[in-house]
């Protein structure tokens, strides 16, 4: 069992920064690809940002240039840099681990809430 703990949401204004962190409960967190999803009111969850075990990322189009994920291993921690937030940011964003193929079975965080709003 793995447990994923996330932190570092909150209310921002337009155009600025939060930096979340998932924090994992497992002696082999380098095994596992780590991504960061986000839900918003009455949407589908995203995949908003990928990390593989050999730190290779990948970045949703709608976050590219404003977005990045990385990840220590020696911490077992995730993070997910935002910057420029935009409105349309506001979600709950929940941390996943996953051994295999991202969109399958998995580990999720409780999430957190991110708004952005003036």
């Known amino acids: 069992q793995v447990q994923l703990v996330e932190s570092g949401g909150g209310l921002v204004q337009p155009g600025g920064s939060l930096r979340l962190s998932c924090a994992a409960s497992?002696?082999?967190?380098?095994?596992?690809?780590m991504a960061w999803f986000r839900q918003a009111p009455g949407k589908q969850r995203e995949l908003v940002a990928s990390?593989?075990?050999?730190?290779?990322?990948n970045h949703a189009d709608s976050v590219k240039g404003r977005f990045t994920i990385s990840r220590d291993n020696a911490k077992n921690t995730v993070a997910l840099q935002m910057n420029s937030l935009k409105p349309e940011d506001t979600a709950v964003y929940y941390c996943?681990?996953?051994?295999?193929?991202?969109?399958?079975?998995?580990?999720w965080g409780q999430g957190t809430q991110v708004t952005v709003s003036s």
């Open positions: 996943k681990a996953v051994a295999g193929a991202i969109g399958g079975f998995g580990y």
């Open positions: 990390i593989t075990t050999g730190g290779t990322t």
């Open positions: 497992t002696r082999i967190f380098s095994v596992f690809t």
